[in-house]
């Protein structure tokens, strides 16, 4: 088993930035891939940014290229996505994942083993 809980959401303006934070625990050695994923009212939830075991093969849709980034702190367990650039259509529930299954890339949803809990990101214009 793998627990994953977030924090770091909140509410911020047009342009700015949030970091969002996911401590990791239980089976760490287990994980193939992690992502955060976000779903938005009345939306489905979608990927917004992976990244593999090894840290250094990520993945971002359209959306997020150039301006979420992914990283991993492995001395603290803590998986982070740092959002610059913030519009209104930002706003949604943001969720950590996580994925045990061998060859997975954690870019969709179809392959995650572990969810968090989610936090919620408001961006206002």
């Known amino acids: 088993q793998v627990q994953l809980v977030e924090s770091g959401g909140g509410s911020e303006q047009t342009g700015g930035s949030l970091r969002l934070s996911c401590a990791i625990s239980?089976?760490?050695?287990?994980?193939?891939?992690m992502g955060w994923f976000r779903q938005g009212p009345g939306k489905e939830r979608e990927g917004v940014a992976s990244i593999m075991s090894d840290g250094r093969s990520t993945y971002y849709p359209n959306s997020a290229k150039g301006r979420f980034t992914i990283s991993q702190d492995y001395a603290k367990n803590t998986l982070y996505l740092q959002m610059d650039s913030l519009t209104p259509e930002d706003t949604a529930v943001y969720y950590c994942?996580?994925?045990?299954?061998?060859?997975?890339?954690?870019?969709?949803?179809?392959?995650?083993?572990?969810w968090g809990q989610g936090t919620q990101v408001t961006v206002s214009s």
């Open positions: 994942a996580a994925s045990v299954s061998y060859g997975a890339t954690c870019r969709n949803s179809g392959r995650i083993n572990f």
């Open positions: 239980g089976y760490i050695d287990t994980i193939q891939c």
